[in-house]
């Protein structure tokens, strides 16, 4: 496979309306399903969940350039973590989830050492490895996991008394904790942390001849992107109430690779609107009944022929995305 | 090499580090190999304080791979010293901090990123505000076609215009000792000589440099000393003005 991130201009330059498309997009959407309520409003709920998930994966694959196939290993432990804590010990959701990231970030922060020694294809099927090696545990270590049978029992997402049970209040957190992520990363964009990742990118060699600490660079990046999963995958446990080996399979792997590269790899609002638009692509298509997929799968083919850098560099400023 | 152009050699060059400044960079015995084969073999070479020396040889000779060496960039071995210090071989970032520059072979420069933010990303060891101001403003009067292209798209630029970026970054890490590799390559003789005649001028305010070069002509008229790299070997020390013709290089590069 072929990475092209597209490397916008980490300077600070005057916003223009073309550009907050994707944002008005964005909050459109969201609007609707805290209007409708019920069923869309699950469905934006998930998607805003992978968007904080996507989010963290572009640090690392859009900003930085590098490949990995194992984000969902972090989730898993985030996920989990929540899941035994809470169901299971009674932790309040906040501490448990903060646990779970850091356990995450522990975690990215022993396999990232030796994995990102390795580089394009060999990188993609190390960080493969990190996702099936996490997705046997969480099958086979039964006393903790309860293997394929899952958790359940998990509460709402809460802090102290303040418990978030409905659909709306759903969606009003994970919008809030979305809105964070996203400008966490177009802070991080801007930074010098961000231009130094931009160069690591741009040529691994060059940057080293200049200075810049690839290594140390990429290692943060994966670190970061790896306490996103894990949020992302707390998240979860507490809007579905159940976790299950599954959830955190190939599957996600798959799904949140198409959403980063619909929505714009390497952008700041491309993993919000790609979260948003695959999410909601093959609800679109119910109406073709047994052609959903088929349906579905030309859409995607067709975004990428027309949008081959993602929905969001349609808008970012001409000739810099 | 055979014998009969050593002994010339060392007939025509006497003592050719007579008289030269102090070494800012001295490498004993610098090996360097991609897996297990070796394209660098023992390489002894020094650069004086402010010299501007060639290092000539034909295509696959090891030149690219002897800079890269010097940075620590490949697997490499032997001793390399920067004024006095002992460098280390297999940190490239450590290297560069010391304030050796490489531009490299391909000129490396962050492509889908403007050209402000090339210019920007070499300085990115630099803190001081009013320092960076300085270099920036330096590299734009040395180069004043940067100016008129600080937001564009640096692969966007003609390949002459990248390498006075390539350049202009370097000078941005504000270099002791500057690396270049092959910075002709695919230029327009006009260009080059531009190029080559910005080089002349940094070189005459103080600036070490090691250029490395296929095209003989142009290094020649630059450097004080050249030394001839075959097969991974130096096969030769020389001095520019002893080497009248074409046919005395072509000498050396086929032996």
């Known amino acids: 496979m072929t990475i092209s991130p597209s490397i916008t201009s980490p300077e600070r330059r005057p916003i223009r309306l073309v550009g907050l498309l994707p944002w008005l997009f964005a909050a459109a959407v969201v609007g609707y399903a805290m209007v409708v309520g019920g069923y869309a409003a699950t469905v934006v709920s998930f998607a805003l969940i992978y968007a904080v998930f996507v989010t963290g994966l572009n640090l690392f694959m859009g900003f930085a350039a590098q490949v990995s196939f194992g984000q969902n290993a972090f989730a898993a432990i985030g996920g989990y973590m929540s899941a035994v804590l809470t169901a299971s010990h009674g932790w309040g959701p906040l501490p448990a989830m903060v646990l779970g990231i850091a356990a995450a970030v522990l975690a990215a922060a022993i396999v990232g050492f030796p994995a990102l020694r390795l580089k394009g294809h060999y990188l993609a099927m190390g960080t493969l490895a990190i996702g099936l090696i996490t997705y046997e545990i969480t099958v086979e270590w039964q006393s903790v996991t309860q293997g394929y049978m899952g958790i359940s029992g998990i509460p709402p997402f809460g802090i102290g008394p303040w418990e978030v049970t409905s659909d709306r209040g759903q969606l009003v957190l994970l919008s809030l904790v979305v809105a964070a992520c996203t400008f966490a990363a177009g802070r991080i964009r801007r930074s010098r942390f961000g231009r130094a990742l931009s160069a690591v990118a741009g040529s691994e060699e060059a940057a080293t001849a200049l200075g810049i600490a690839v290594a140390r660079y990429k290692l943060v990046a994966f670190l970061l992107s790896a306490g996103f999963a894990a949020l992302a995958g707390s998240l979860f446990v507490h809007i579905v109430g159940y976790v299950s080996p599954e959830v955190f399979g190939l599957h996600m792997v798959i799904v949140t690779f198409t959403m980063l590269y619909v929505g714009g790899i390497g952008t700041v609002a491309g993993p919000l609107v790609g979260a948003l638009i695959v999410s909601l692509l093959p609800e679109t298509f119910r109406a073709f009944k047994d052609y959903q997929d088929l349906a579905y799968g030309a859409a995607l083919i067709l975004l990428l022929i027309y949008a081959p850098r993602g929905l969001a560099s349609l808008f970012a400023p001409r000739g810099r995305s | 090499m055979s014998f009969a152009v050593a002994a010339k050699t060392q007939a025509r060059v006497a003592s050719p580090m007579a008289g030269v400044t102090p070494p800012i960079l001295a490498a004993t015995g610098l090996s360097a190999r991609y897996g297990h084969i070796h394209a660098l073999h023992g390489v002894d070479l020094r650069i004086g304080e402010g010299e501007l020396v060639a290092v000539l040889g034909p ?190 290089l072509a000498q050396h590069y086929f032996a």
């Not at chain 2, 100016?147 to 215009?161: F, N, P, T």
């Open chain 2, 59 to 248: 295509n696959g000779a090891g030149k690219s791979t002897l800079l890269r060496a010097i940075m620590g960039l490949s697997a490499n071995s032997g001793e390399v010293r920067f004024r006095d210090e002992v460098l280390p071989r297999h940190d490239a970032v450590a290297v560069a901090a010391r304030g050796l520059v490489l531009v490299p072979e391909g000129r490396g420069l962050f492509a889908p990123m403007s050209v402000s933010d090339n210019l920007e990303l070499g300085a990115y060891r630099l803190r001081d505000k009013a320092e960076f101001n300085r270099r920036r403003e330096r590299v734009l009067t040395l180069f004043p076609r940067l100016k008129e292209r600080l937001g564009q798209a640096a692969g966007s630029m003609s390949g002459g215009e990248q390498q006075m970026l390539a350049l202009g970054r370097a000078l941005m890490a504000g270099p002791k000792l500057l690396l270049l590799d092959e910075p002709s390559l695919g230029l327009a003789p006009r260009v080059t000589g531009e190029i080559l005649e910005t080089l002349g001028l940094l070189n005459r305010e103080g600036l070490a440099i090691v250029l490395v070069e296929q095209k003989a002509p142009l290094a020649l008229e630059l450097a004080s000393r050249v030394y001839l790299l075959s097969l991974g070997r130096i096969v030769a020390e020389l001095d520019p003005r002893d080497i009248t013709s074409h046919d005395d």
